[in-house]
């Protein structure tokens, strides 16, 4: 079946860093790509998609690349701010139009 | 607008009872979703309805749990016989379609004592 896997945390980042969050999945077909982010005291919000291979997407600084050679969707952010610390959750919509969620990554950015 | 609303924020049970945890999902979305979420681990999907009908029930860990959306608005997540291991939080979600993103609610914590 379809599954996401993700990078453990925590990963601990001083401001300004450069970030990276590794995902990479596993689906039949060709499933559309996201990253949820979860603030403290706040529910999962939809931070950035792509729905075909090569695409990027990107919001508030991070970006993500669908590849499909490596069925990967890394999260990248060139320069991290205390505010981005959160969990930041990779997940899949296959055929089945079931979001399958990777098990979460927590960041902590440190000032 | 209003978000996904779920009622209650938090719920404490003991072992054997009966729940209801209540979604409202954001007005005119025909989707909504339930998952749970267990501590450190990602969402897990539990049901899925398309207006009020359940598209896709296969994520209910078994028959103590149900649910229904009589009107195709407002869905109940409903719990029997509530075991320890049933305690997560249970977030709801609702979108536009199969193909629209997911725009969850806070969740609701449950606690079986």
């Known amino acids: 079946g379809n599954s996401v896997t993700q990078m453990e945390g925590p990963v601990t980042l001083s401001e300004e860093a450069f970030l990276t969050i590794n995902c990479t999945y596993t689906?039949?077909?060709?499933?559309?790509l996201f990253w949820y982010v979860q603030y403290p005291g706040e529910g999962l919000q939809l931070l950035l998609k792509?729905?075909?291979?090569?695409d990027k997407g990107s919001n508030k600084g991070f970006e993500a690349t669908y590849r499909k050679e490596t069925t990967s969707f890394h999260l990248e952010k060139g320069s991290v701010q205390v505010s981005d610390s959160a969990v930041y959750f990779c997940?899949?919509?296959?055929?089945?139009?079931?979001?399958?969620f990777g098990s979460g990554t927590r960041l902590l950015v440190r000032p | 607008g209003a978000g996904v609303s779920q009622t209650p924020s938090n719920k404490v049970t003991e072992k054997g009872k009966y729940v209801e945890l209540r979604c409202d999902p954001i007005?005119?979305?025909?989707?909504l979703y339930w998952y749970r979420q267990s501590l450190g681990q990602g969402p897990e999907f539990l049901i899925y309805?398309?207006?009020?009908?359940?598209?896709?029930d296969s994520g209910l860990p078994n028959d103590r749990f149900f649910a229904v959306r009589p009107e195709g608005s407002v869905s109940t997540l409903k719990i029997q016989r509530t075991e320890r291991g049933d305690s997560a939080v249970y977030l709801c979600?609702?979108?536009?379609?199969?193909?629209?993103?997911?725009?969850f609610g806070n969740g609701t914590r449950l606690t079986v004592t």
């Open positions: 689906a039949t077909g060709y499933p559309s």
């Open positions: 309805f398309q207006g009020t009908g359940a598209a896709d």
């Open positions: 997940a899949l919509i296959g055929s089945s139009y079931k979001l399958i």
């Open positions: 007005s005119g979305h025909t989707a």
């Open positions: 792509a729905t075909k291979a090569d």
């Open positions: 979600a609702s979108s536009l379609g199969r193909e629209s993103p997911l725009h």
